[in-house]
């Protein structure tokens, strides 16, 4: 399968990934160069807004295994903090029980996208604990003008510039995304980080920008093929 996957692979006329990170698996496995072209977020839907609550973290994804939402919940479970999970899937019931005797983890469930941008524009922060190609949901966290707790790897390096809009964790495990809970909370204190700042990041992975690159890089290998 994977001989055929690589001779298929051969007969693309271009290539588009939607970061760096799968780029460098394009190149890897196809060996192709690909052009980048990072998914948009929806900026008219998450904004930040003045005084915010910031009394606790949100983790916000399906509860399954890879998402590994496990991390955030033992991190804050360990550290006293409070944690909203937002989501439903096959980890919940598993999940729950492992919070039992816990008062500051709360599961929301499956929630509208009105309530999901306020739980994000009045949390301290988004704990995001998986790898993923790129991930859509650290954006929409600064877009709300919220800094991200992320784990180091994937598409988070991307879209999260640590010591500015967030920090990450260099192991998928709660100790070190403990250590990273408190480092944010350290910098915080100092006033690290700056709602407008972290939002006009956002900014930049905006829809407009998306329909601009991907009409171009069309155009591009249009031409190419004349």
């Known amino acids: 399968i994977r001989a055929w996957d690589y001779v298929s692979s051969q007969r693309i006329d271009t290539v588009m990934a ?13 060996k192709r ?8 977020v ?3 839907k998450f904004t930040p807004i003045r005084n915010p609550s910031l009394d ?28 909203v999970i937002i989501g439903s899937g096959s980890e919940e019931r598993k999940l729950k029980k492992r919070a039992a005797h816990s008062n500051g983890i709360t599961f929301t469930g499956r929630i509208s996208d009105e309530k999901l941008c306020a739980y994000l524009q009045n949390c301290k922060a988004l704990i995001f604990c998986a790898e993923e190609d790129f991930g859509i949901v ?3 966290a600064q877009a709300c003008g919220r800094p991200v707790i992320a784990y180091g790897k994937g598409g988070a390096c991307e879209t999260v510039k640590d010591g500015k809009t967030g920090v990450f964790f260099s192991e ?3 100790d070190s995304a403990k250590e990273a809970i408190e480092r944010f909370e350290a910098l915080d204190k100092k006033g690290t980080f700056k709602s ?3 939002a006009r990041h956002a900014s930049s992975f905006s829809e407009e920008r998306f329909i601009r690159e991907f009409k171009a890089a069309v155009e591009r290998a249009r031409e190419s093929l004349q």
């Open 172 to 174: 998928q495990t709660a």
């Open 56 to 83: 606790y973290y949100v983790a916000f994804s399906r509860l399954v295994p890879y998402k590994r939402i496990d991390i955030a919940l033992d991190a804050c479970k360990a550290l006293g903090k409070k944690l």
């Open 42 to 44: 929806h900026l008219e």
């Open 138 to 140: 650290p954006l929409e």
């Open 33 to 40: 160069d690909s052009e980048v072209i990072y998914p948009p």
């Open 18 to 30: 939607n970061s760096k990170y799968i780029a460098r698996r394009i190149r890897k496995f196809w």
């Open 196 to 198: 407008e700042t972290i």
